[in-house]
Protein backbone atom coordinates (compact mmCIF):
# COMPACT_ATOMS: atom_id res chain seq x y z
CA UNK A 1 0.00 0.00 0.00
CA UNK A 2 1.42 3.78 -1.17
CA UNK A 3 2.42 5.56 1.99
CA UNK A 4 0.38 8.59 2.59
CA UNK A 5 2.39 11.12 5.16
CA UNK A 6 0.77 13.33 7.12
CA UNK A 7 3.56 16.16 5.93
CA UNK A 8 5.55 16.88 3.30
CA UNK A 9 8.29 19.06 3.64
CA UNK A 10 9.97 20.84 0.85
CA UNK A 11 13.18 22.55 2.11
CA UNK A 12 16.17 21.04 4.25
CA UNK A 13 16.94 24.62 5.63
CA UNK A 14 16.63 25.92 9.65
CA UNK A 15 13.13 26.44 8.96
CA UNK A 16 12.09 22.87 7.39
CA UNK A 17 13.78 20.92 9.38
CA UNK A 18 12.54 22.77 13.01
CA UNK A 19 9.12 22.20 11.16
CA UNK A 20 9.98 18.39 10.42
CA UNK A 21 11.49 17.55 14.31
CA UNK A 22 8.46 19.58 15.86
CA UNK A 23 5.91 17.46 14.03
CA UNK A 24 7.14 13.67 13.73
CA UNK A 25 7.60 14.47 17.85
CA UNK A 26 3.66 15.64 17.91
CA UNK A 27 2.92 12.11 16.16
CA UNK A 28 2.93 12.88 12.54
CA UNK A 29 4.11 10.59 9.67
CA UNK A 30 6.74 13.50 8.06
CA UNK A 31 8.76 13.36 4.65
CA UNK A 32 11.22 16.03 3.70
CA UNK A 33 13.62 16.55 0.52
CA UNK A 34 16.41 19.12 0.17
CA UNK A 35 17.14 19.28 -3.08
CA UNK A 36 21.03 19.67 -2.06
CA UNK A 37 23.01 19.38 1.27
CA UNK A 38 21.54 20.20 4.90
CA UNK A 39 21.80 23.75 5.23
CA UNK A 40 23.57 24.54 2.03
CA UNK A 41 21.68 27.54 1.45
CA UNK A 42 20.67 30.67 4.09
CA UNK A 43 20.87 29.09 7.02
CA UNK A 44 24.98 28.26 7.31
CA UNK A 45 25.26 31.75 6.19
CA UNK A 46 24.29 33.23 9.11
CA UNK A 47 26.06 35.79 11.13
CA UNK A 48 26.25 33.01 13.86
CA UNK A 49 24.14 34.65 16.38
CA UNK A 50 21.40 33.61 18.10
CA UNK A 51 20.29 37.25 19.00
CA UNK A 52 17.28 39.53 19.63
CA UNK A 53 18.42 41.83 17.04
CA UNK A 54 18.90 45.13 19.14
CA UNK A 55 18.41 47.41 15.77
CA UNK A 56 15.30 46.07 15.21
CA UNK A 57 14.16 48.24 17.86
CA UNK A 58 14.77 50.95 15.99
CA UNK A 59 12.24 49.82 13.32
CA UNK A 60 9.53 48.84 16.33
CA UNK A 61 9.61 45.64 15.64
CA UNK A 62 9.04 44.77 19.20
CA UNK A 63 7.14 41.33 18.92
CA UNK A 64 9.89 40.11 16.98
CA UNK A 65 12.83 41.24 19.34
CA UNK A 66 10.60 40.09 22.39
CA UNK A 67 10.42 36.84 20.74
CA UNK A 68 14.02 36.29 19.73
CA UNK A 69 15.01 37.21 23.20
CA UNK A 70 13.14 34.55 25.14
CA UNK A 71 14.40 32.06 22.24
CA UNK A 72 17.75 32.56 23.35
CA UNK A 73 17.95 31.32 26.23
CA UNK A 74 15.71 28.55 25.15
CA UNK A 75 18.22 27.19 22.37
CA UNK A 76 21.09 27.67 24.38
CA UNK A 77 19.44 24.91 27.17
CA UNK A 78 18.60 22.59 24.23
CA UNK A 79 21.72 23.04 22.57
CA UNK A 80 24.60 24.16 24.83
CA UNK A 81 27.26 22.02 22.84
CA UNK A 82 26.74 24.44 19.86
CA UNK A 83 25.78 27.43 21.77
CA UNK A 84 27.66 29.61 23.83
CA UNK A 85 26.62 33.24 25.67
CA UNK A 86 28.67 36.10 23.73
CA UNK A 87 29.07 39.54 25.34
CA UNK A 88 29.27 42.06 22.95
CA UNK A 89 31.21 45.59 23.39
CA UNK A 90 28.68 48.31 21.91
CA UNK A 91 31.18 51.61 21.73
CA UNK A 92 29.58 54.93 21.63
CA UNK A 93 30.12 56.88 18.81
CA UNK A 94 29.60 60.63 19.36
CA UNK A 95 27.32 62.02 15.96
CA UNK A 96 25.56 58.61 15.80
CA UNK A 97 22.64 57.42 18.11
CA UNK A 98 23.15 59.17 21.39
CA UNK A 99 23.93 57.86 24.49
CA UNK A 100 20.63 57.82 26.30
CA UNK A 101 19.01 56.03 22.63
CA UNK A 102 21.87 53.18 23.29
CA UNK A 103 20.85 53.10 27.12
CA UNK A 104 17.10 52.64 26.48
CA UNK A 105 17.26 49.95 23.55
CA UNK A 106 19.36 48.23 25.73
CA UNK A 107 17.20 48.77 28.86
CA UNK A 108 14.69 47.52 27.14
CA UNK A 109 16.50 44.49 25.66
CA UNK A 110 17.37 43.52 29.33
CA UNK A 111 13.66 43.72 30.26
CA UNK A 112 11.58 42.51 27.56
CA UNK A 113 12.41 38.94 26.95
CA UNK A 114 12.34 37.56 29.84
CA UNK A 115 16.16 37.37 30.37
CA UNK A 116 17.05 34.59 33.44
CA UNK A 117 20.52 33.41 32.58
CA UNK A 118 22.43 35.71 30.72
CA UNK A 119 23.64 38.48 32.24
CA UNK A 120 22.68 41.90 32.01
CA UNK A 121 24.02 45.22 30.36
CA UNK A 122 26.74 47.28 31.75
CA UNK A 123 29.01 49.92 31.19
CA UNK A 124 32.13 50.06 29.88
CA UNK A 125 34.83 52.59 30.21
CA UNK A 126 36.55 51.93 27.14
CA UNK A 127 39.47 54.41 27.45
CA UNK A 128 40.61 52.45 30.77
CA UNK A 129 39.34 48.83 30.53
CA UNK A 130 41.55 46.40 28.92
CA UNK A 131 38.37 45.61 26.48
CA UNK A 132 38.93 49.19 24.69
CA UNK A 133 42.44 48.47 24.03
CA UNK A 134 41.33 47.01 20.51
CA UNK A 135 39.82 49.98 19.51
CA UNK A 136 41.66 53.43 17.71
CA UNK A 137 43.43 55.45 21.10
CA UNK A 138 41.62 58.47 22.57
CA UNK A 139 38.60 57.91 19.91
CA UNK A 140 36.56 55.72 22.02
CA UNK A 141 36.06 56.29 25.59
CA UNK A 142 32.21 55.57 26.71
CA UNK A 143 30.78 52.30 25.89
CA UNK A 144 28.43 49.16 26.30
CA UNK A 145 28.43 45.40 27.11
CA UNK A 146 25.38 43.33 26.86
CA UNK A 147 24.34 39.49 25.91
CA UNK A 148 23.44 37.63 23.17
CA UNK A 149 24.63 34.39 21.76
CA UNK A 150 27.29 32.34 19.49
CA UNK A 151 25.49 29.41 17.72
CA UNK A 152 27.01 26.73 14.92
CA UNK A 153 24.18 27.57 12.09
CA UNK A 154 24.88 24.78 10.13
CA UNK A 155 24.68 22.22 12.74
CA UNK A 156 21.55 23.59 14.75
CA UNK A 157 20.22 22.55 11.69
CA UNK A 158 21.71 19.19 10.84
CA UNK A 159 20.49 18.27 14.91
CA UNK A 160 17.56 19.56 13.92
CA UNK A 161 16.77 17.21 11.00
CA UNK A 162 19.41 14.49 13.23
CA UNK A 163 16.17 14.40 16.16
CA UNK A 164 13.29 14.31 13.51
CA UNK A 165 14.96 11.05 11.76
CA UNK A 166 15.54 9.74 15.13
CA UNK A 167 11.80 10.01 15.72
CA UNK A 168 10.91 8.64 12.71
CA UNK A 169 10.86 11.42 9.78
CA UNK A 170 12.49 10.67 6.49
CA UNK A 171 15.00 13.00 5.37
CA UNK A 172 15.92 12.94 1.74
CA UNK A 173 18.81 15.49 1.19
CA UNK A 174 20.42 15.62 -2.66
CA UNK A 175 16.64 15.22 -3.98
CA UNK A 176 14.85 18.14 -6.10
CA UNK A 177 10.92 18.62 -5.86
CA UNK A 178 10.45 18.85 -9.76
CA UNK A 179 6.33 18.91 -9.60
CA UNK A 180 3.39 19.22 -7.20
CA UNK A 181 0.02 18.61 -7.97
CA UNK A 182 -3.21 17.34 -6.14
CA UNK A 183 -4.74 14.25 -6.88
CA UNK A 184 -8.07 13.29 -5.06
CA UNK A 185 -7.43 15.33 -2.01
CA UNK A 186 -3.82 14.02 -1.54
CA UNK A 187 -0.84 16.18 -2.59
CA UNK A 188 1.46 14.09 -5.19
CA UNK A 189 4.98 16.02 -4.86
CA UNK A 190 7.36 14.12 -7.39
CA UNK A 191 10.80 14.41 -6.40
CA UNK A 192 14.18 13.46 -7.90
CA UNK A 193 17.00 11.94 -6.95
CA UNK A 194 19.79 14.60 -8.16
CA UNK A 195 22.89 12.44 -8.35
CA UNK A 196 21.21 9.46 -10.43
CA UNK A 197 18.17 11.16 -11.86
CA UNK A 198 15.90 8.49 -10.66
CA UNK A 199 12.43 9.74 -9.42
CA UNK A 200 9.68 9.05 -6.75
CA UNK A 201 5.91 10.41 -5.85
CA UNK A 202 5.80 10.89 -2.39
CA UNK A 203 1.93 11.66 -1.13
CA UNK A 204 1.14 13.71 1.97
CA UNK A 205 -2.11 15.32 3.18
CA UNK A 206 -0.54 18.77 3.95
CA UNK A 207 2.69 20.02 2.31
CA UNK A 208 5.15 23.13 3.70
CA UNK A 209 6.56 25.32 1.33
CA UNK A 210 10.05 26.02 3.09
CA UNK A 211 12.27 26.60 -0.21
CA UNK A 212 13.94 29.66 1.43
CA UNK A 213 14.78 31.75 -1.56
CA UNK A 214 13.48 29.73 -3.72
CA UNK A 215 9.79 29.72 -2.38
CA UNK A 216 8.66 31.09 -5.51
CA UNK A 217 9.95 28.67 -7.60
CA UNK A 218 8.07 26.01 -5.43
CA UNK A 219 5.27 27.15 -6.19
CA UNK A 220 5.61 27.65 -9.78
CA UNK A 221 5.95 24.03 -9.84
CA UNK A 222 2.64 23.08 -10.54
CA UNK A 223 0.69 23.85 -6.94
CA UNK A 224 -2.18 25.53 -8.53
CA UNK A 225 -1.65 28.73 -6.39
CA UNK A 226 -1.26 32.45 -6.97
CA UNK A 227 0.56 33.34 -4.11
CA UNK A 228 -0.36 36.80 -2.83
CA UNK A 229 2.96 36.99 -0.92
CA UNK A 230 6.06 37.90 -2.26
CA UNK A 231 9.72 37.39 -1.43
CA UNK A 232 12.65 40.19 -1.37
CA UNK A 233 15.88 38.37 -1.40
CA UNK A 234 18.59 40.41 0.27
CA UNK A 235 22.21 39.89 0.25
CA UNK A 236 24.36 39.14 3.37
CA UNK A 237 28.47 38.99 3.30
CA UNK A 238 30.94 38.41 5.63
CA UNK A 239 34.45 38.20 6.21
CA UNK A 240 36.64 36.13 7.95
CA UNK A 241 40.03 37.45 9.27
CA UNK A 242 42.85 36.24 11.56
CA UNK A 243 42.21 36.63 15.03
CA UNK A 244 42.07 40.61 15.60
CA UNK A 245 42.89 40.74 19.91
CA UNK A 246 43.27 38.21 22.45
CA UNK A 247 39.92 38.51 24.64
CA UNK A 248 36.74 36.59 24.21
CA UNK A 249 34.17 39.60 23.64
CA UNK A 250 32.21 40.72 20.09
CA UNK A 251 32.16 44.55 19.32
CA UNK A 252 28.84 45.93 17.48
CA UNK A 253 30.13 48.90 15.67
CA UNK A 254 27.62 51.54 14.50
CA UNK A 255 28.15 52.82 10.49
CA UNK A 256 27.12 56.55 9.59
CA UNK A 257 24.68 54.55 7.12
CA UNK A 258 22.63 53.52 9.80
CA UNK A 259 24.07 50.30 9.80
CA UNK A 260 25.87 48.04 11.86
CA UNK A 261 28.27 45.15 11.56
CA UNK A 262 29.53 42.35 14.03
CA UNK A 263 33.24 41.80 14.96
CA UNK A 264 33.23 38.09 16.24
CA UNK A 265 35.74 35.91 17.86
CA UNK A 266 35.60 32.86 15.75
CA UNK A 267 37.01 29.49 15.66
CA UNK A 268 39.60 30.19 17.94
CA UNK A 269 41.94 31.95 16.09
CA UNK A 270 40.07 33.74 13.71
CA UNK A 271 37.52 36.98 13.32
CA UNK A 272 34.29 37.01 11.96
CA UNK A 273 33.19 40.58 10.41
CA UNK A 274 29.64 41.12 8.88
CA UNK A 275 26.86 41.32 7.71
CA UNK A 276 26.18 43.55 4.40
CA UNK A 277 22.36 44.33 3.56
CA UNK A 278 21.42 44.72 -0.33
CA UNK A 279 19.13 43.56 -2.60
CA UNK A 280 19.81 40.88 -4.76
CA UNK A 281 18.49 39.67 -8.02
CA UNK A 282 20.49 36.88 -9.31
CA UNK A 283 20.24 33.19 -8.97
CA UNK A 284 20.87 32.07 -5.25
CA UNK A 285 22.65 29.50 -5.66
CA UNK A 286 25.52 31.67 -7.13
CA UNK A 287 25.48 34.73 -4.96
CA UNK A 288 29.51 35.23 -3.45
CA UNK A 289 31.14 38.28 -1.90
CA UNK A 290 31.31 41.13 -4.01
CA UNK A 291 34.48 43.28 -3.88
CA UNK A 292 32.65 46.27 -3.13
CA UNK A 293 30.55 44.14 -0.47
CA UNK A 294 34.59 43.42 1.11
CA UNK A 295 36.03 46.94 1.28
CA UNK A 296 32.72 47.89 2.81
CA UNK A 297 33.11 45.56 5.85
CA UNK A 298 37.29 46.54 6.22
CA UNK A 299 36.28 50.08 5.77
CA UNK A 300 33.53 49.78 8.31
CA UNK A 301 35.68 48.25 10.94
CA UNK A 302 38.57 49.74 10.27
CA UNK A 303 36.30 53.10 11.63
CA UNK A 304 37.08 51.59 15.10
CA UNK A 305 39.82 49.17 15.39
CA UNK A 306 43.41 50.26 16.55
CA UNK A 307 44.84 48.20 13.44
CA UNK A 308 43.31 48.59 10.57
CA UNK A 309 42.06 45.63 8.01
CA UNK A 310 42.53 45.85 4.18
CA UNK A 311 41.29 43.21 1.36
CA UNK A 312 44.57 41.47 2.07
CA UNK A 313 43.92 40.57 5.27
CA UNK A 314 40.69 38.36 4.72
CA UNK A 315 40.85 34.35 4.32
CA UNK A 316 37.51 33.89 3.62
CA UNK A 317 34.48 35.00 2.84
CA UNK A 318 31.01 33.41 2.25
CA UNK A 319 27.45 35.06 1.72
CA UNK A 320 23.76 34.05 1.51
CA UNK A 321 20.57 35.02 0.43
CA UNK A 322 18.45 36.05 2.88
CA UNK A 323 14.73 35.30 1.67
CA UNK A 324 12.51 38.35 3.81
CA UNK A 325 8.81 38.88 3.17
CA UNK A 326 8.30 41.80 0.75
CA UNK A 327 6.91 44.56 3.01
CA UNK A 328 7.65 47.54 0.66
CA UNK A 329 10.59 48.86 2.77
CA UNK A 330 12.74 51.26 1.05
CA UNK A 331 15.91 49.73 1.91
CA UNK A 332 16.98 46.51 2.79
CA UNK A 333 18.19 46.85 6.11
CA UNK A 334 14.96 48.27 6.94
CA UNK A 335 13.00 45.12 5.28
CA UNK A 336 11.68 43.06 8.27
CA UNK A 337 13.61 39.64 9.25
CA UNK A 338 9.66 38.60 10.96
CA UNK A 339 8.21 35.41 9.15
CA UNK A 340 4.99 35.39 7.65
CA UNK A 341 2.79 32.66 6.23
CA UNK A 342 0.99 32.19 3.55
CA UNK A 343 -1.76 29.36 3.47
CA UNK A 344 -3.42 28.37 0.40
CA UNK A 345 -5.99 25.67 0.33
CA UNK A 346 -6.82 24.94 -3.48
CA UNK A 347 -9.50 21.99 -3.52
CA UNK A 348 -9.37 22.20 0.21
CA UNK A 349 -5.57 20.96 0.36
CA UNK A 350 -3.18 22.88 2.27
CA UNK A 351 -0.32 24.40 1.66
CA UNK A 352 2.17 26.40 4.15
CA UNK A 353 4.54 28.97 2.24
CA UNK A 354 6.93 30.62 4.71
CA UNK A 355 8.27 34.43 4.08
CA UNK A 356 11.78 34.99 6.10
CA UNK A 357 12.44 34.73 9.86
CA UNK A 358 15.62 34.37 11.63
CA UNK A 359 17.83 31.39 12.71
CA UNK A 360 16.89 32.79 16.28
CA UNK A 361 13.24 32.36 15.83
CA UNK A 362 13.04 29.08 14.18
CA UNK A 363 12.12 27.04 17.00
CA UNK A 364 8.83 29.45 17.28
CA UNK A 365 8.45 29.73 13.62
CA UNK A 366 7.72 25.54 13.58
CA UNK A 367 5.43 25.66 16.41
CA UNK A 368 3.46 28.36 14.52
CA UNK A 369 3.43 26.37 11.20
CA UNK A 370 2.31 23.46 13.03
CA UNK A 371 -0.87 25.59 14.79
CA UNK A 372 -1.58 27.53 11.15
CA UNK A 373 -1.97 23.87 9.78
CA UNK A 374 -3.95 22.27 13.34
CA UNK A 375 -7.27 21.44 11.40
CA UNK A 376 -5.28 19.42 8.82
CA UNK A 377 -3.16 17.07 10.73
CA UNK A 378 -4.04 14.12 12.77
CA UNK A 379 -1.73 15.13 15.79
CA UNK A 380 -1.14 18.86 16.25
CA UNK A 381 -1.96 19.64 19.91
CA UNK A 382 -0.22 16.42 21.69
CA UNK A 383 3.50 17.69 23.38
CA UNK A 384 2.70 20.80 21.54
CA UNK A 385 5.88 23.00 22.76
CA UNK A 386 8.05 20.15 23.79
CA UNK A 387 10.80 21.09 21.43
CA UNK A 388 11.67 23.46 24.00
CA UNK A 389 11.95 21.35 26.50
CA UNK A 390 14.29 18.56 24.71
CA UNK A 391 17.70 18.61 24.04
CA UNK A 392 18.69 18.25 20.34
CA UNK A 393 21.36 15.32 19.83
CA UNK A 394 24.28 15.77 21.75
CA UNK A 395 22.57 18.46 23.87
CA UNK A 396 21.53 16.71 27.18
CA UNK A 397 23.91 18.57 29.40
CA UNK A 398 23.99 21.68 31.81
CA UNK A 399 24.79 24.50 29.51
CA UNK A 400 27.78 25.03 31.74
CA UNK A 401 28.84 20.99 30.83
CA UNK A 402 30.86 21.60 27.64
CA UNK A 403 34.37 21.68 29.76
CA UNK A 404 33.55 19.26 31.95
CA UNK A 405 32.75 17.25 28.81
CA UNK A 406 36.05 17.97 26.83
CA UNK A 407 38.00 16.91 29.86
CA UNK A 408 36.28 14.31 30.40
CA UNK A 409 36.85 13.17 26.79
CA UNK A 410 40.65 13.21 27.42
CA UNK A 411 40.48 11.52 30.68
CA UNK A 412 38.54 8.39 28.34
CA UNK A 413 41.02 9.07 25.52
CA UNK A 414 44.27 9.99 26.38
CA UNK A 415 45.60 10.63 23.13
CA UNK A 416 43.35 13.78 22.13
CA UNK A 417 44.76 16.72 22.34
CA UNK A 418 43.41 19.13 24.05
CA UNK A 419 42.03 21.64 20.87
CA UNK A 420 40.65 18.44 19.11
CA UNK A 421 38.79 17.21 22.41
CA UNK A 422 37.48 20.56 23.18
CA UNK A 423 36.09 20.74 18.98
CA UNK A 424 34.72 17.29 19.38
CA UNK A 425 32.62 18.36 22.70
CA UNK A 426 31.55 21.74 20.96
CA UNK A 427 30.49 20.01 17.74
CA UNK A 428 28.74 16.58 18.91
CA UNK A 429 28.06 16.95 22.56
CA UNK A 430 27.51 14.26 24.77
CA UNK A 431 27.52 12.09 21.12
CA UNK A 432 31.23 12.73 20.89
CA UNK A 433 31.94 9.12 21.99
CA UNK A 434 29.83 7.41 19.46
CA UNK A 435 32.31 8.48 17.14
CA UNK A 436 35.42 7.94 19.34
CA UNK A 437 34.02 4.36 20.00
CA UNK A 438 36.74 1.84 22.11
CA UNK A 439 39.73 3.70 20.42
CA UNK A 440 43.11 3.16 22.30
CA UNK A 441 45.00 5.22 20.58
CA UNK A 442 45.15 8.21 17.74
CA UNK A 443 45.76 4.92 14.94
CA UNK A 444 42.04 3.97 15.70
CA UNK A 445 40.41 6.31 14.95
CA UNK A 446 41.96 5.71 11.06
CA UNK A 447 43.11 7.72 8.39
CA UNK A 448 44.46 11.29 9.18
CA UNK A 449 42.76 13.63 6.93
CA UNK A 450 44.18 17.25 8.38
CA UNK A 451 43.51 19.64 11.10
CA UNK A 452 42.52 16.49 13.49
CA UNK A 453 39.50 15.57 11.00
CA UNK A 454 39.65 11.66 11.50
CA UNK A 455 38.38 8.90 9.10
CA UNK A 456 36.65 7.73 11.77
CA UNK A 457 34.59 10.98 12.35
CA UNK A 458 34.23 11.30 8.43
CA UNK A 459 32.18 7.53 8.75
CA UNK A 460 30.45 9.20 11.52
CA UNK A 461 29.19 12.07 9.51
CA UNK A 462 28.40 9.98 6.64
CA UNK A 463 26.14 7.34 8.46
CA UNK A 464 24.59 9.53 11.34
CA UNK A 465 24.78 13.26 9.28
CA UNK A 466 23.76 12.69 5.92
CA UNK A 467 27.53 14.25 4.79
CA UNK A 468 28.79 13.48 1.17
CA UNK A 469 31.04 15.60 0.00
CA UNK A 470 34.13 17.15 1.53
CA UNK A 471 31.77 20.14 1.18
CA UNK A 472 29.77 19.11 3.45
CA UNK A 473 32.42 18.00 6.27
CA UNK A 474 34.63 20.68 6.27
CA UNK A 475 32.09 23.42 5.41
CA UNK A 476 29.09 22.94 7.43
CA UNK A 477 29.41 19.86 9.36
CA UNK A 478 32.87 22.12 10.57
CA UNK A 479 34.71 24.72 9.50
CA UNK A 480 37.83 22.69 9.12
CA UNK A 481 38.12 24.40 5.69
CA UNK A 482 39.95 27.37 7.53
CA UNK A 483 42.58 25.20 8.92
CA UNK A 484 42.94 21.95 5.78
CA UNK A 485 44.93 22.57 2.44
CA UNK A 486 43.11 22.72 -1.09
CA UNK A 487 45.12 19.24 -1.56
CA UNK A 488 43.85 17.81 1.79
CA UNK A 489 40.43 18.50 1.29
CA UNK A 490 40.60 17.13 -2.21
CA UNK A 491 42.18 14.30 -0.90
CA UNK A 492 39.17 13.78 1.83
CA UNK A 493 36.72 13.79 -1.50
CA UNK A 494 38.01 11.29 -2.92
CA UNK A 495 38.18 9.13 -0.46
CA UNK A 496 34.45 9.90 0.68
CA UNK A 497 33.12 9.43 -3.17
CA UNK A 498 35.18 6.05 -3.16
CA UNK A 499 33.48 4.70 0.42
CA UNK A 500 30.01 6.06 -0.32
CA UNK A 501 27.61 3.06 -0.67
CA UNK A 502 26.62 3.57 -4.32
CA UNK A 503 22.12 3.99 -4.38
CA UNK A 504 21.99 4.47 -1.06
CA UNK A 505 20.74 7.89 0.52
CA UNK A 506 22.44 8.14 4.24
CA UNK A 507 20.10 7.71 6.90
CA UNK A 508 16.90 6.29 5.24
CA UNK A 509 16.77 3.30 7.27
CA UNK A 510 17.74 5.07 10.46
CA UNK A 511 15.08 7.61 9.44
CA UNK A 512 12.31 5.07 9.99
CA UNK A 513 11.23 4.94 6.95
CA UNK A 514 8.36 1.72 6.54
Not at 204 to 224: D, I, K, T, Y
Not at 278 to 295: F, L, M, N, Q, W
Not at 376 to 401: C, I, Q
Request: contains cysteine.
Amino acid sequence: MDRIYDLAIIGGGVNGCGIARDAVGRGNTVFLCEMNDLASGTSSWSSKLVHGGLRYLEYYEFRLVREALIERETLWQIAPHIIRPLRFILPHHSGLRPAWLLRLGLFLYDHIGGRNLLPATRSVDLAHDALGKALIPNRYSRGFEYSDCFVDDARLVVLSARDAADRGAEIRTRTRATEIRQVDGIWHVTVEDTASGARDTIKARALVNAGGPWVEQVLASGAGVNARAKVRLVQGSHIVVKKLYEHDRAYTFQNADGRIIFVIPYQDDFTLIGTTDRDYDGDPAKVKASEEEIKYLCASASEYLAKPITPDDVVWTYSGVRPLYDDGASEAKAATRDYVFELDTPGGVPLLSIYGGKITTYRRLAEEALERLSPYLRSSKAKEGWTGKSPLPGGDMDVSAVAALSAEMIRNYPFLAQPHANRLAHAYGTRATKLLGNAKSAADLGRDFGATLTESEVRYLMANEWAQTAEDVVWRRSKLGLRMSASEIAALDEWMAANRVSGERPLREAGGRT
